[in-house]
């Protein structure tokens, strides 16, 4: 089974997130360094795996943003 690729994006934002509440509410630093250790090793996990993906699409950089097409700015001029 092929785990999705924003099944690492959530989980180490998620991950990282904590660390953040965790400081704030004034964790013991032993488990805030492990976390931000294991935190780092998901970053690099998740960047090699965006990375390596499989995925293709249509768009081209005519299409420019999805939500504000090229062509629909000079319809406002």
């Known amino acids: 089974?092929?785990?999705?690729?924003?099944?690492?994006?959530?989980?180490?934002?998620f991950l990282?997130?904590?660390?953040t509440a965790l400081v704030g509410l004034n964790t013991p630093l032993n488990w805030v360094f492990y976390l931000t250790c294991?935190?780092?090793?998901?970053?690099?996990?998740?960047?090699y795996k965006v990375l390596k993906d499989n995925y293709s699409t249509t768009k081209t950089f005519d299409?420019?943003?999805?939500?504000?097409?090229?062509?629909e700015y000079?319809?406002?001029r």
């Open 1 to 13: 089974m092929k785990i999705p690729v924003m099944f690492y994006v959530a989980l180490t934002t």
């Open 38 to 47: 294991i935190g780092q090793v998901f970053l690099l996990i998740m960047v």
């Open 74 to 76: 000079e319809n406002y």
């Open 63 to 71: 299409d420019f943003y999805e939500d504000h097409p090229i062509g």
């Open 16 to 19: 990282l997130v904590l660390v």
